[in-house]
């Protein structure tokens, strides 16, 4: 399972099944990528006729060094798991959970178009301190060995419910030591309500805060509206600019491209011109009739803005989230088995206590798993999620990317083909231009 492209002045090599990753001089590279789908002596002819001026000598040595790489279980590798593997530790949970998403607050400040919570009003049910608690307790109970324990604290907007969020996290930190856990926060928020307080408080608790803005005020205003109709771009980013300078911890700039900004490169310069260095922007995620929804005719023009970040990032040294892959090591088996987690190992709370495989999922009431007071009722969810992986997938075999997807995103896949476990063909594809960038990017330092 050889993947070869060329990127950046780079020739490169990814074997599949190993993970390896491969820069190569002209000559190596032709041979592999002739060989892939050939035989040797057809794959040797081909070469021949496009270098002419080949000598026996550096052919040898070429041949040599694929030879070694084979031998190293580097290139043209084995699978990295047996099917019986694969199929005992694909079907059976292991019950434990290491993550949950409280969504706190139903309710939102802002009315932005492409969110759930667009046509909700600023009354909007809000999780109690009880529900909370019994969410944290729910998750140190079934957290088995884990001993780092995530919590999202998501929306609608979480600000709109911060008293019950510092409460939630000061119970937490109480239960720390008796537990021998250790809990990890993250705040996603609008950043409308953002305070020195607010600051001050996730300066000490928070290890990461996920900050909404779109990019330049036309793009974030289309969408990222206040109640009253009017843009939020103005109160949103100067909030988000003063909270980011005093940061002291982890944050991302999280934005959204649709239709309307296919150009979004330069929603991210924008939002680098504002000083901020870590960026993301993630694509729309709305129904098919929406008129700013993406279609597969804009598939072309996103994976060339993606050529497009990877030069401005040669230029430019902000840190885009999605280059972030490791690419040395690349996930471990676990990881690959699990993917996310979602379903199986995170899961996302409502207000009222109900356990969803994810926020994503919040509202359908097929995949209600349980709730925080009683457990888990629906383990034949649990084993439906823990069950979907890049090896049990018959559609991510040949992927020469799977190693690093590791499934891609279950809620994606459902919606895009009616199957949590199925793939979403159009997300596949910006995964694997995502990882091509990554790796030219890379090969460049």
């Known amino acids: 399972m050889i993947h070869c492209f060329q990127a950046g002045g780079h020739n490169v090599v990814v074997d599949g099944n190993?993970?390896?990753i491969h820069i190569c001089d002209d000559l190596t590279y032709d041979i592999i990528a002739f060989r892939e789908g050939a035989d040797a002596e057809l794959a040797l002819a081909l070469v021949a006729e496009s270098h002419p001026d080949i000598t026996e000598t550096e052919l040898t040595g070429a041949l040599a060094e694929i030879s070694a790489l084979v031998q190293s279980g580097q290139l043209y590798s084995a699978p990295p798991i047996e099917p019986e593997v694969i199929e005992e530790r694909g079907q059976i949970h292991s019950g434990v959970v290491k993550a949950l998403c409280l969504n706190v607050s139903h309710a939102c400040n802002m009315r932005c178009a492409y969110?759930?919570?667009a046509k909700a009003n600023g009354d909007g049910e809000l999780m109690s301190f009880e529900v909370g608690k019994a969410a944290l307790d729910f998750l140190i109970a079934n957290s088995g060995h884990r001993r780092n324990l995530e919590v999202d604290f998501f929306g609608?907007?979480?600000?709109l419910n911060w008293e019950v969020v510092k409460r939630l996290v000061k119970y937490a930190r109480s239960a720390e030591?008796?537990?021998?856990?250790?809990?990890?926060?993250?705040?996603?928020?609008?950043?409308?309500?953002l305070t020195d307080e607010v600051l001050a408080f996730a300066n000490r608790e928070f290890q990461t805060v996920v900050l909404s803005l779109d990019g330049r005020k036309e793009t974030h205003d289309r969408f990222?509206?206040?109640?009253?109709g009017t843009g939020s771009y103005v109160n949103v980013a100067k909030k988000i600019s003063g909270f980011v300078k005093n940061r002291v911890g982890e944050y991302y700039i999280r934005a959204t491209y649709t239709r309307e900004n296919l150009d979004f490169v330069n929603d991210l310069t924008a939002l680098n011109d504002l000083g901020f260095e870590y960026l993301s922007i993630e694509p729309v995620v709305c129904g098919a009739n929406e008129t700013y929804s993406l279609k597969d005719t804009d598939l072309n023009a996103i994976l060339g803005e993606y050529d497009k970040l990877a030069e401005v990032l040669q230029k430019r040294k902000f840190n885009f989230y999605h280059f972030n892959l490791d690419l040395e090591n690349g996930p471990?088996?676990?990881?690959?088995?699990?993917?996310?987690?979602s379903g199986s190992e995170y899961m996302a709370v409502t207000p009222d206590g109900g356990l969803y495989p994810c926020h994503r999922f919040v509202g359908d009431e097929k995949f209600i798993i349980g709730n925080v007071f009683e457990g888990v009722t629906r383990p034949d969810i649990v084993r439906q999620f823990a069950s979907n992986n890049v090896f049990t997938n018959p559609e991510c075999g040949e992927c020469w990317a799977k190693l690093w997807c590791a499934g891609g995103c279950a809620a994606n896949t459902y919606y895009a083909s009616g199957n949590p476990g199925g793939i979403y063909k159009f997300g596949c594809e910006l995964f694997k231009k995502r990882l091509e960038k990554a790796i030219q990017l890379a090969a460049g330092q």
């Open 156 to 159: 609608g907007e979480p600000l």
């Open 18 to 20: 190993s993970g390896s």
């Open 177 to 193: 030591m008796a537990a021998d856990k250790h809990f990890r926060f993250t705040l996603t928020t609008n950043g409308l309500d």
């Open 224 to 228: 990222r509206k206040l109640p009253d």
């Open 115 to 117: 969110c759930f919570a």
């Open 332 to 341: 471990c088996l676990n990881k690959r088995l699990s993917g996310c987690g």
